[in-house]
C-alpha cells in the first residue's frame, strides 16, 4: 500500500539548532516529493518540492531536503532553526496522478 | 492575488444532518482537490476534479459527493453526518490535472455532535 511514514510527531528544539525531519515513503514508480508547513493559524504551503534532477532540493526560509531513492526517503533540513519555524511540517507523496499522500506530519517547536 | 477561500470556516452539525463546503480556487486554477485531516492526521485525500469531471476519488463512502461549476468553483457535500466525520475539511487548487504544488484554503471545521 502506498504510504508516508514521518518518524518524529514533536520535536522540541532551542533556536539555532540544527534540525533533520524524517520521511520516508512506500510507493511504486516514480514519485514527486513534497514537503508542506503548516504555521499556526494559517493554512498549508509549500516548503519545497522534488521531481526530479538533483537529489538535494532548496525551499523557502533556508530548508533543503534531500531524495534518497535507495532508502525511499526525503528528509528535511535546516542548518539553524529560528523561533518563527514552529509549526507542523507534513511530507507528501505524489506519483503524478490526483492523489496526493500526506505523512500524519511533525510539529516542531522552537524555543527562543 | 486572493488564494483558495474556503466557506464556511467553522460549523457544527448533529448526526443524520448533511453539510455543503464551498471552495473557490485560485484565480486561473482548473483543478481542486478536497483533502479531510482529522486531528493529529496528515490529510487525506477525497476528490479531485479538473474541468467540472471528477478525476480521482479516495476511499470514502458514497456520503461524500462533490461538484465543480463553470466557474471551477467546488462544492463537497456530505450526508447522514456521523461523529467520525468531525474533521478539518481542505480545499486545494492547481493548474493542471497533474501539476505538482496544490494550493491549500485554510479549510472548513467540521464538528459533529
Known amino acids: 500500500a502506498q504510504s508516508v511514514s514521518q518518524h518524529n510527531h514533536h520535536v522540541i528544539l532551542s533556536e539555532a539548532a540544527s534540525l533533520e525531519l524524517g520521511c520516508n515513503y512506500s510507493?511504486?514508480?516514480?514519485?514527486?516529493l513534497f514537503w508542506y508547513v503548516q504555521y499556526p493559524g494559517q493554512h498549508l504551503q509549500l516548503l519545497l518540492k522534488?521531481?526530479?534532477?538533483?537529489?538535494l532540493v532548496k525551499g523557502i526560509k533556508g530548508f533543503e531536503a534531500e531524495f534518497i531513492k535507495s532508502k525511499f526517503s526525503f528528509n528535511l533540513r535546516k542548518p539553524s532553526v529560528q523561533w518563527s519555524d514552529t509549526a507542523e511540517y507534513f511530507c507528501a507523496v505524489n506519483g503524478g496522478t490526483y492523489k496526493y499522500i500526506f505523512g500524519t506530519g511533525t510539529r516542531l517547536k522552537v524555543l527562543a | 492575488d486572493a488564494g483558495v477561500t474556503q466557506s464556511p470556516t467553522h460549523l457544527i452539525k448533529t448526526r443524520g444532518q448533511h453539510v455543503t463546503l464551498r471552495c473557490s480556487p485560485i484565480s486561473g486554477h482548473k483543478s481542486v482537490s478536497w483533502y479531510q485531516q482529522v486531528l493529529g492526521q496528515g490529510p487525506q485525500f477525497i476528490f479531485q476534479y479538473y474541468e467540472k469531471e471528477e478525476r480521482g476519488r479516495g476511499n470514502f463512502p458514497d456520503r461524500f459527493s462533490a461538484r465543480q461549476f463553470p466557474n471551477y468553483s467546488s462544492e463537497l457535500n456530505v450526508n447522514a453526518l456521523l461523529l467520525g466525520d468531525s474533521a478539518l475539511y481542505l480545499c486545494?487548487?492547481?493548474?493542471?490535472?497533474?501539476?505538482?504544488?496544490?494550493?491549500f484554503g485554510e479549510g472548513s471545521r467540521l464538528t459533529v455532535l
Open positions: 522534488y521531481f526530479s534532477g538533483d537529489p
Open positions: 510507493y511504486g514508480g516514480t514519485v514527486n
Open positions: 486545494a487548487s492547481s493548474l493542471g490535472l497533474y501539476t505538482g504544488e496544490l494550493f
